[in-house]
């Protein structure tokens, strides 16, 4: 809230997984120092199972494998394997790595997250035992990889509508692929208006719902770039270079992995635009199951607001147009009865009863916050006073409103609304400084009044 309140944003996925990390390396290194029996026999040491073993990637077909440990490293309850065939995608161009599980014979690894390694990806995780390598089962958590392939492609065609919107000076400045979200900051001099963040929204949905075929080929760099595809900021290229194309409406160098169509995003919602840097903003978004949580939860909100309201939800704005407009008509007619206009508790009969000022009126205002409004302009304009207002509308009511410092010398308006009222057959209380009560037979108000000023020289002696 701290951050948004100056305009920034935190990536709070990005410093839990960077906590998680630092975590991973600290108890790493203590129980290195301690010297424990297995963190010394391994001492923190790679060790190579296969003399010149080879990683092969395999995530983009797959997100399982048959596979075997061609190295490892355990420190303290650390472990990290390097997989012969491995599924498991590293945190690259923006997209998070992967999670899921490595099982052996007699032992399981849940794989927390995945490191670079001397140009190999190695997954990492806790294991409390000693390491014994077997061949194992490797298994990404395939909904969280499907759930970042929705975002990452929805990236690219976030680009594409931004580009053609917004014009071709924007360029990506940066982003996060998640499971649970994207974020997306890009060169643009300004905040993004309204219908055109919609219009925006509209594109990228609109592709989505065409179903387009995604398509990816490895190309020289010198032709890719001839071909049009768009580079990431940032990123640095080999000269072969993966292009991923969505065709008529994208071509970007991509390492990353993306859904098989753009109808498996299923749907696209914008949660947030803001600025990020100079010149840069940046936009958060959600898609496929978070967008439809999104939508839900929005949904229940509204109906939750037109429900406090007594409406429905398709005329809550009308609901509230309405209430703004009689709040403006309340307001403007309160201004007038403060001003001196009828009903004021101005008028009347002013007494002195000792140091006290006493003010007793009449008015036919029935609405309490029109009577609760002029007996605060009351107090605003006095003190050591007091201010007894009868109201005689439909229903008759003895309203009391008391200054701030004869409060704090102990007099009540409660005490002195309920015996007056007591007078009629009524009865009623409130707050130290402003009380109303019930009047019981309307036709004792004139010696309810008549007695006023000898029942307020009893509690303002």
């Not at 009351?378 to 009868?390: D, E, M, N, P, Q």
Request: charge should be neutral.
């Amino acid at each position: 809230m701290i951050a948004a309140e100056h305009g920034h944003t935190v990536d709070v996925e990005g410093f839990d997984q960077a906590l998680g990390q630092q975590r991973r390396r600290s108890r790493a290194a203590r129980k290195a120092a301690a010297g424990g029996g297995e963190g010394r026999r391994r001492g923190g040491e790679w060790v190579e199972l296969k003399k010149k073993g080879k990683q092969k990637w395999i995530g983009y077909e797959s997100t399982h494998a048959e596979t075997e440990p061609i190295a490892f490293r355990q420190t303290g309850d650390q472990l990290e394997l390097i997989l012969e065939e491995n599924p498991f995608y590293a945190e690259s161009g923006g997209q998070v790595s992967d999670t899921g599980v490595v099982k052996g014979d007699g032992w399981e690894l849940t794989v927390e997250g995945v490191e670079k390694v001397d140009g190999k990806s190695a997954v990492v995780g806790t294991f409390g035992e000693t390491f014994e390598p077997t061949a194992a089962l490797a298994q990404v958590n395939e909904a969280r990889r499907r759930n970042i392939e929705r975002n990452h492609t929805a990236t690219h065609l976030v680009h594409a509508a931004l580009r053609k919107i917004l014009g071709m000076h924007v360029r990506q400045a940066g982003s996060v692929v998640a499971p649970e979200r994207l974020r997306f900051d890009f060169s643009h001099h300004g905040p993004i208006k309204g219908d055109q963040l919609a219009a925006i929204e509209a594109e990228v949905n609109a592709h989505v719902w065409e179903n387009l075929p995604i398509e990816t080929r490895q190309m020289a760099y010198p032709d890719a770039v001839a071909a049009g595809a768009m580079a990431l900021f940032g990123e640095k290229y080999g000269d072969v270079v993966r292009v991923v194309d969505v065709p008529g409406v994208s071509l970007e160098l991509c390492g990353g992995t993306h859904v098989a169509a753009t109808g498996q995003i299923a749907v696209f919602r914008f949660t947030h635009e803001t600025g990020a840097a100079a010149g840069v903003r940046r936009i958060e978004a959600l898609t496929g199951p978070g967008a439809y949580r999104y939508a839900s939860d929005l949904q229940n909100r509204l109906a939750a607001a037109a429900g406090l309201l007594k409406t429905q939800p398709e005329h809550l704005a009308r609901r509230i147009e309405a209430m703004l407009e009689e709040n403006k008509r309340l307001e403007k007619r309160i201004g007038e009865l403060l001003k001196g206009g009828a009903g004021s508790a101005e008028q009347g009969a002013v007494e002195k009863i000792g140091d006290v000022e006493l003010h007793v009126s009449e008015s036919r205002l029935e609405d309490r916050g029109q009577i609760a409004a002029l007996m605060d302009g009351f107090r605003a304009k006095h003190k050591g006073a007091i201010s007894v207002l009868f109201t005689t509308g439909d229903r008759a009511g003895i309203h009391v409103a008391v200054t701030d410092d004869l409060v704090s010398k102990g007099v009540k308006a409660g005490d002195i609304a309920n015996a007056i009222a007591a007078t009629t057959g009524g009865k009623g209380g409130g707050r130290p400084h402003f009380a109303s009560a019930g009047v019981g037979d309307p036709g004792k108000l004139g010696e309810a009044r008549a007695r006023t000023p000898e029942i307020v020289r009893e509690f303002a002696r």
